[in-house]
């Protein structure tokens, strides 16, 4: 082969490569009209996503600890004067922790594989199961105490990972939630 020929062969090939290229390129968005976001918008996606995820995980607590609440308050209700102002408490809690919203958006995920947003809702909405409550009243409350002390580390625990409005939303219920255990433990005579 001539000298002329290996380098039309090599232009041939290079024309090929840069069209076969090209052809790559249009088809990821940037030739049909459709705009690729930018990695800023992708970062704040994603800070979005965990931020939805952490809120989510905050009110799947403090629902955990009503249900404890309401359990401890059907098995025993001569506890009703003691229980219901820090139950009230708690679904305030749950409320506020909720406030912004508490649901994941559609992510990219293979047709096999479950929406983060399914995976979120059956985290917070399973089918109800009974909680057990001890017969003693006395018991009753020491595992409502150690219910509230649980849901305040998991609170704190998450303060790492909050911003800051929810962080120190964040701290205010983990207190409260601290105090409450102080008060069905020592802090009254049941």
């Given at each position: 082969?001539?000298?002329t020929g290996r380098?039309?062969?090599l232009r041939a090939g290079a024309a090929a490569g840069a069209t076969a290229l090209v052809g790559c390129t249009?088809?990821?968005g940037e030739g049909d009209g459709t705009r690729r976001p930018s990695a800023a918008e992708?970062?704040?996606e994603r800070v979005a996503r965990a931020e939805a995820a952490l809120r989510l995980r905050s009110v799947s607590?403090?629902?955990t600890l009503l249900e404890r609440y309401d359990a401890a308050l059907a098995a025993h209700p001569a506890l009703a004067t003691r229980l219901t102002p820090l139950r009230r408490s708690v679904a305030a809690h749950a409320k506020a922790l909720g406030e912004g919203g508490t649901t994941v958006g559609p992510a990219t995920?293979?047709?096999s594989s479950p929406s983060p947003s399914a995976s979120a809702s059956a985290s917070v909405s399973p089918r109800p199961v009974?909680?057990?409550v001890a017969a003693d009243p006395r018991a009753?409350?020491?595992e409502l105490a150690a219910a509230e002390r649980t849901a305040s580390d998991r609170h704190t625990d998450a303060l790492l990972t909050a911003p800051p409005e929810y962080a120190r939303l964040l701290a205010s219920v983990a207190a409260a939630g601290a105090a409450h255990a102080y008060l069905l433990t020592e802090g009254a005579p049941a």
């Open positions: 082969m001539t000298t380098r039309a062969l249009s088809s990821s992708l970062e704040a607590t403090a629902r995920t293979s047709p009974p909680v057990p009753a409350l020491k």
